[in-house]
């Protein structure tokens, strides 16, 4: 049994977006990241965070999987750093932190006990598995921050985070192991253009007994547009495209579209290519309840169809709150 964990569906816990907003916009959200998920989707979306933010997610799967995360991540800006006597910062340097856990359960299945014979003894329903992650991410700016390039209206912010996989295996075999991001997220305002790029799930795998199953390393590079349009009564319009490549060089693209009316509701649409040979169309709907300059509470729902298999579908709630940063 525990040999029978490897291959395509090994480690989904850590290449799932985590966020109804994502699934909603077909994961294309490697330059779009911001909100507290960036913890696990792109971590230098953190650094452009204006408010505190708790987050929740619930997700009904396919096969009885339900996944659960729950995060907090805030902005933190520091004054007047130096180093040597020399001034690092001419304004506040912008940095975030951010925690995270994300649970998901596997099901359940039934255990057939024989003897050396091959005749049944007993059956019994048990776990089919548990996955556990807890993530600590950090993210800054850097331009302006550490003078390392002029911003002209251009910032660049990175990020990384550390996390700790833990997963049991029909409640009798378990394991652990660390696992790691780093992401880049580019931001001109003026145009809004923004571009990212993530390396997700750094380390040296999860062992099980003496089988070593390696972690599912992925590359993914974004690209996104958004602005007001007027002519279409669009407060905020939200184009992104992502590229992706894993370990087993399986290459895949996402597009994914967010339109918010000048009203409280927004609406997003996304499509998959690629990866498995299929493809997926996802929708999504966002309502943000009537707030205050010091935060807003945002409710997102997302949906995805997954060819013959059924559908899934995601909950997540945003709460800013603070004053913003």
């Known amino acids: 049994m525990a040999g029978a964990h490897p291959g395509p569906a090994f480690g989904v816990i850590l290449k799932d977006p985590v966020s109804a907003k994502a699934m909603g916009m077909g994961g294309a959200f490697a330059a779009v990241s911001d909100d507290v998920t960036a913890i696990h989707l792109n971590p230098a979306g953190l650094a452009s965070l204006t408010h505190r933010q708790l987050g929740m997610m619930y997700d009904r799967g396919l096969a009885d999987i339900n996944t659960e995360f729950i995060g907090c991540a805030s902005p933190v800006l520091l004054h007047d750093e130096t180093l040597g006597g020399t001034k690092l910062a001419q304004s506040p340097m912008r940095h975030a932190i951010g925690v995270s856990i994300l649970v998901s359960q596997l099901g359940e299945m039934d255990l057939i006990r024989t003897d050396a014979s091959g005749a049944f003894q007993d059956a019994q329903r048990i776990s089919a598995g548990r996955d556990t992650v807890v993530s600590m991410a950090y993210a800054a700016r850097v331009t302006e921050d550490w003078g390392l390039t002029k911003s002209r209206g251009h910032e660049l912010y990175v990020g990384a985070t550390a996390r700790y996989w833990s997963a049991t295996l029909a409640q009798q075999y378990s394991a ?13 305002k003026d145009q809004g253009l923004r571009w990212g790029v993530v390396v997700q799930n750094l380390g040296t795998g999860l062992k099980y007994k003496q089988t070593v199953d390696p972690l599912p ?85 997302g949906f995805q169809l997954i060819n013959d298999l059924g559908a899934a579908h995601r909950l997540s709630v945003t709460c800013e709150f603070g004053a913003p940063r």
Not at 176 to 188: A, E, M, N, Q, W
Not at 273 to 294: C, D, E, F, K, Y
């Open 176 to 188: 652990g192991t660390s696992v790691f991001d780093v992401g880049f997220l580019s931001l001109k």
């Open 217 to 301: 390393l992925t590359y993914r590079l974004g690209v996104a547009w958004q602005a007001s349009v007027a002519e279409i009564g669009a407060r905020r319009l939200t184009g992104a495209l992502d590229a992706t490549a894993d370990r087993e060089n399986k290459k895949g693209v996402a597009a994914g579209l967010e339109y918010w009316s000048r009203s409280f509701a927004g609406w997003r649409a996304g499509y998959q290519w690629g990866q498995n040979q299929r493809s997926r169309w996802t929708a999504g709907l966002g309502i943000q309840l009537p707030g205050s300059s010091r935060g807003a509470f945002l409710i997102d729902y």
